[in-house]
């Protein structure tokens, strides 16, 4: 029995091992000038990733850089994951069918939506005296 815990313990280390000695297959790395840039890897167990970056004029004092990326790996239980984000002047908007999502919202009570209706057809006006 020690015996199968041992070497059932030596796969899992050589198996681990596997992972950390992956190699990059292909990667591309491009930087221009004026901000922008591009890179994308791969590697030999399945791991890949990208990003492009686009210097924006928000104003004209002001720019940023606008990312665009995803990246994907096989998760030690066989899943698929994958994850697309955009971060922008909006923040960082990751998207993946792994990732939580917000539940959906309550509608607003029968009641509520009278009383709100009729505060705007019925808007406050300040009475002199």
Avoid: W
């Avoid at 050589?14 to 491009?30: L, P, T, Y």
């Avoid at 890949?48 to 998760?75: P, W």
């Avoid at 994958?82 to 998207?95: F, H």
Wanted: aromatic share 8%.
């Amino acid at each position: 029995m020690k015996t199968a815990i041992i070497a059932l313990l030596f796969v899992a280390c050589a198996s681990a091992a596997e992972d950390k000695a992956a190699s990059i297959v292909s990667f591309v790395n491009q930087q221009n000038p004026e901000g922008n840039y591009e890179y994308a890897f791969q590697t030999d167990n399945g791991i890949s990733g990208n990003a492009q970056g686009q210097l924006k004029t928000i104003n004209k004092d002001e720019s940023a850089v606008v990312v665009s990326g995803g990246n994907s790996y096989i998760s030690p239980e066989g899943e698929s994951i994958s994850l697309t984000y955009i971060a922008d002047e909006n923040g960082y908007q990751p998207q993946g069918s792994h990732l939580p999502t917000p539940p959906a919202p309550i509608a607003i009570p029968e009641y509520i939506a009278r009383a709100i209706a009729y505060i705007a057809a019925h808007p406050y006006t300040e009475k002199k005296n």
